[in-house]
């Protein structure tokens, strides 16, 4: 909006061009988020309480986790509502990117509180069928990608870029198609398994989602993509006010998840963050970075996956309980421990993420 505005008025206002620069949105998009989280926080768990929107807790789980019962959940709906209002406030509308940016969020977050909705009011501890949750995002993930295919401008759109390797560019043709659903995709049902512990989702996406930032803005500028040789995608600059919204809203509410939680994220927050930052890195051609900053997210997914495949073929588990964070509780870790660590985790991670920019 301020930047529809700042054009029209600029010629008569030459204060307003100050809008123009995506840095100094990025920092206005991040501050509005934030603050509107920090505003709503505590109105929105009164209302979660008021319905009785409470956290299930499952009772094969460890024994610390049943004082939970009955937190609010579903926190996930303030998160995306600041992302989606400070991209309205602070990014340029005519971009492609933001709206694409938009729907996966808002698309992915109606599927999850279709599930949560489905688990607390409905008491279907299922929730929303796993075939069906996975058909919705297929729909909407397969939707974007096409779009995305269809409109590129160059082969090198639709390549995989190899970090740490210098014009390392293998061209996907239709397999860019496999590759993005993979990505936006796992990496929502990736962060959704993350989710179970105070904190231990929330701030690995803060900055995960920030460190895609980062990304966006060089790959978006011509001189700096090509000092780094990093491929240039016109237009993906913007992608930084969304990157700022989301982690403004993230640590705002980070301030109620930490341990103990206030409320919980819930399906709505974690399959759409998850879905975001997939998509962002399918934008900028970073699948592979995302990968190795993700790579909290990928371990609890590989966990899950290693558990059930383990039980169905032997009758063993590998773990005491997956997702792995669950199993590092029953081996005796206290919950903040599990948390922190796993935050150290990705600090690292992403630092070795941030590094490929420069190491080629």
């Known amino acids: 909006m301020f930047v529809f505005l700042s054009n029209l008025l600029s010629e008569y206002y030459?204060?307003?061009?100050?809008?123009?620069?995506?840095?100094?949105?990025?920092?206005?998009?991040?501050?509005?988020?934030?603050?509107?989280?920090?505003?709503?926080?505590?109105?929105v768990i009164e209302w979660l309480k008021s319905k009785q929107l409470g956290q299930q807790v499952r009772t094969d789980g460890p024994q610390s986790h049943f004082s939970?019962?009955?937190?609010?959940?579903?926190?996930?709906?303030?998160?995306?509502?600041?992302?989606?209002?400070?991209?309205?406030?602070?990014?340029?509308?005519?971009?492609?990117?933001?709206?694409?940016?938009?729907?996966?969020?808002?698309?992915?977050?109606?599927?999850?509180?279709?599930?949560?909705?489905?688990?607390?009011?409905?008491?279907?501890?299922?929730?929303?069928?796993?075939?069906?949750?996975?058909?919705?995002?297929?729909?909407?993930?397969?939707?974007?990608?096409?779009?995305?295919?269809f409109t590129q401008h160059s082969l090198q759109d639709t390549s995989l870029v190899v970090p740490f390797f210098k014009q390392a560019i293998i061209p996907l043709g239709l397999f860019y198609i496999v590759l993005a659903y993979f990505v936006i995709v796992g990496s929502s049902n990736a962060v959704n398994l993350t989710d179970g512990l105070d904190g231990l989702a929330i701030l690995p996406v803060v900055l995960v989602g920030a460190a895609l930032g980062v990304f966006a803005y060089v790959a978006g500028h011509v001189e700096f993509s090509k000092y780094l040789s990093i491929l240039h995608v016109p237009g993906s600059s913007e992608l930084c006010i969304f990157s700022g919204a989301l982690v403004g809203a993230g640590l705002g509410f980070l301030w109620f998840n930490a341990y103990p939680a206030q409320?919980?994220?819930?399906?709505?927050?974690?399959?759409?963050?998850?879905?975001?930052?997939?998509?962002?890195?399918?934008?900028?051609?970073?699948?592979?970075?995302?990968?190795?900053?993700?790579?909290?997210?990928?371990?609890?997914?590989?966990?899950?996956i290693l558990q059930v495949l383990s039980f169905r073929l032997t009758g063993q588990r590998i773990f005491?309980?997956?997702?792995?964070?669950?199993?590092?509780?029953?081996?005796?870790?206290?919950?903040?421990?599990?948390?922190?660590?796993?935050?150290i985790m990705t600090v690292i991670l992403v630092l070795i993420g941030l590094s490929s920019l420069k190491i080629r």
């Not at 204060?15 to 949105?25: A, C, E, G």
């Not at 005491?320 to 935050?343: D, N, Q, S, T, Y």
């Open 14 to 43: 030459h204060s307003l061009s100050i809008f123009h620069y995506v840095t100094l949105r990025t920092i206005l998009a991040t501050l509005t988020s934030l603050a509107l989280s920090l505003w709503l926080g505590p109105i």
């Open 320 to 343: 005491r309980m997956a997702p792995i964070h669950h199993h590092f509780e029953l081996k005796g870790w206290p919950e903040p421990k599990v948390i922190v660590r796993f935050w």
């Open 263 to 304: 409320v919980f994220m819930g399906d709505v927050g974690a399959l759409a963050l998850g879905g975001a930052l997939g998509l962002l890195a399918v934008i900028v051609r970073q699948e592979i970075v995302l990968f190795i900053m993700g790579g909290v997210f990928v371990m609890e997914t590989v966990s899950v």
């Open 68 to 149: 939970k019962q009955g937190t609010p959940t579903m926190g996930g709906i303030m998160v995306l509502g600041t992302i989606v209002l400070s991209c309205l406030l602070w990014a340029d509308l005519s971009n492609d990117y933001i709206w694409l940016m938009l729907f996966v969020t808002i698309g992915y977050g109606t599927i999850g509180w279709v599930d949560d909705y489905r688990k607390i009011i409905k008491k279907n501890t299922k929730g929303l069928a796993g075939r069906w949750k996975l058909f919705f995002q297929s729909l909407i993930g397969i939707s974007i990608i096409l779009y995305l295919y």
